[in-house]
């Protein structure tokens, strides 16, 4: 696989940072994002379109990853992290969705399992006993990857209406001596027969089973039980290798669960910022795609002619529209990214709803203006915009907050208060 550098070393066109205005930066933000961005250059970027064409998980950039201390990020500092907060996550995470977008919306399912069980299980209610058992358990989950580079993928969805938190997870966690046996199957799951853990979600086998019986648990690759399997050959987000996976009476120790039984209810109900981290993958690659108009119509993408075409009105035009789809999204990810916190407001609930709809939409309409903008020959599989485009597209998909999804939580919670109904005679 070539590592070439492909960081259009001879542009005059300054890429800008990923979070706008630089000087607004803490120095361990600052220090992180040029850390994403060097390896980001230097190594995702020229391995992406490999790894776009066959289909295949970025093994090689998550050693880069692990060298470079960012699978710990996330992690505590008392255990040897970074301790970086949600605002400094989705920074560094858009800054690598700008190189190769499989490589940070992977990056975004490892991470989840530190930032779930940290930052977020550390602003939960738990009781004294809960809370000593979670520092237990969290402390094996983060030596792991901390000393030994380990990676976490976190499969949820089922195919059925509980990824997107309308009933309980169909996996079930049945409590034994010890542990506990799962049994289930799980859709797209990235990182499939890549991750070391798969931090999985599941319900708590008893009668009379809800939402709020979630449990969640890591589940060692090689446990007997477990097996990956289906074809994967999609549109977009090829090298997250999103394939099936299934779990036949997989005994699991209860060292492995990663937040108490009942936390992640309430971490859903609490944090809701913990599902907007899918987003900045898209953010990065609206930014890449902006990123390369500009360069190609200068005429400064390698093993391009030296053709410029920025002199053309209609080209101004089209790069202004899409600078301020550009400025616009980023507006509202920066937004979104400083008000996370624990028991949000109803304004924030409901911007980071609109927030995470408009990054994920307006990355693909970026990307859709780039190809009209810069023409037919943007989109040969030499260039990486038509890679851009095709995984822009995915992330409206993504549940629990799919672009559907989010329209109809607004829609009706704009409307409603908590707990309103309407009169029978009103329907
Ligand atoms: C590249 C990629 C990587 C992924 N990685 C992971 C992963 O690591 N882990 C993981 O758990 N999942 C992952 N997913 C899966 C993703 O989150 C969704 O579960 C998956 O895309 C579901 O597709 P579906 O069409 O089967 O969804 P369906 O559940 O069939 O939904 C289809 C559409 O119907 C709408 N819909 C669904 N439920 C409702 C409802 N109750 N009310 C109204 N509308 C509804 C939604 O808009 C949805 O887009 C990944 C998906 C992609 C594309």
Redesign the pocket.
Known sequence: MSTAPNDYASSRYQTPSIAGDYTALTDKQAQLLAIASDLGRNKFAPRAGQIDRDAVFPFENYSDMHAAGLLRICVPEQYGGWGADFATYVMTAAEIGRHCG?TA??LN?HVSSTMWTGFIADDLDMTPAQRTSHEKHRALHYRRIVEQGKVY?????????A??G?APFGTLARKVDGGYVVNGR??????AGAADYYGI?CTLDKPGATQRDALYLAVDRNLPGVTVSGDWD?L??RG?V?RNLLFEDVFVPDAERLMPEGMYAQAALRWPHMFAT?SPTYMGIAQAAYDFTVQYLRAEVPGMPPVKRRMYPTKQIAVAEMKVKLEQTRAIFLQNARVARVDPSKEIRLGLLAAHYTIMENANEICRLAVRTCGGQSMLKTMPLERMYRDSR?G?????W????CI?RLGRECLYEAGERDEPDVL
């Open positions: 499989a919306l992977t399912m993928s976190q499969p949820f969805s089922e195919g059925g209406a990824a997107a309308k799980k859709i797209f799951a990235s990182l979600l999609p977009g987000m997250t999103s899918l995915c409206s998909l993504m549940l629990p799919t672009a559907e999804l109809d």
